[in-house]
């Protein structure tokens, strides 16, 4: 089953806009992450964050968490073509073990 | 990090058939994972490969159709069984690092059932 949702399901933006997906998951975690998942092939895992961050960059990226709404936002700042893939949140349930993906958003960055 | 490598990375099957997948993990992990992959769907986790031990299936998968092993820390097999053509997926292979919660996944194998 899943854990969550994302939205938006798909966005198209120019290169060089900044690129914002969004997550929301239904039960308490102990973290959540960020994957990348190129047409068709295996995942790339961008970021985790705990339950106990608000916040985290890496390069292009930042990730918020907000644990009293549990919900999670990805921005992609200045985007390239090469960002265009799926993007999939997931969590790990408080106490579990398991990790559960969300429905994922297609990012689609025009050239 | 680690690498993990799975195979066959595609195959054509034909239904009532079983195939079985091979994922390698190149460094020492805690857990390992098996998840589908509709087309143009999010990833379903199927089940825990446990060392040594019967894997833990998640809701709507059974051991009899996906019959799972994981001899080994670093190695693990799915077996799909009398396939048919809503088999039709791509299967990945995941593992956890032993202090880290990040997942890494092989590249996955596509199967196609006639």
């Known amino acids: 089953s899943q854990q969550g949702e994302e939205d938006p399901q798909a966005l198209s933006i120019q290169e060089g806009e900044n690129a914002t997906m969004n997550c929301s998951y239904k039960t308490s975690i102990n973290n959540l992450q960020w994957y990348r998942q190129n047409s068709g092939r295996g995942l790339v895992h961008l970021i985790l964050i705990r339950s106990n961050e608000r916040e985290k960059h890496s390069g292009r990226l930042r990730v918020t968490l907000d644990t009293s709404k549990k919900s999670s936002s990805l921005l992609i700042t200045a985007s390239r073509a090469a960002d265009t893939a799926s993007y999939f949140c997931a969590t790990e349930s408080l106490g579990g073990f398991k990790t559960i993906f969300g429905a994922g958003t297609r990012l689609f960055v025009k050239a | 990090s680690a690498v993990i490598s799975q195979k066959p990375s595609r195959d054509i099957c034909q239904r009532g058939t079983s195939l079985t997948i091979q994922c390698q993990v190149d460094?020492?992990?805690?857990?390992m994972f098996w998840y589908r992959q509709q087309p143009g769907q999010s990833l379903t986790l199927i089940a825990t490969a446990n060392q040594g031990s019967e894997a833990t299936y998640e809701s709507g998968f059974v051991i009899d159709k996906f019959p799972i092993s994981r001899p080994n820390l670093t190695f693990s097999t799915l077996t799909v069984s009398n396939m048919s053509p809503e088999d039709s997926s791509i299967y990945l292979c995941?593992?956890?690092?032993?202090?880290?919660?990040?997942?890494?996944f092989g590249e996955g194998s596509r199967l196609t059932v006639l």
């Open positions: 460094s020492q992990v805690t857990m």
């Open positions: 995941s593992a956890r690092l032993a202090g880290t919660g990040e997942l890494f």
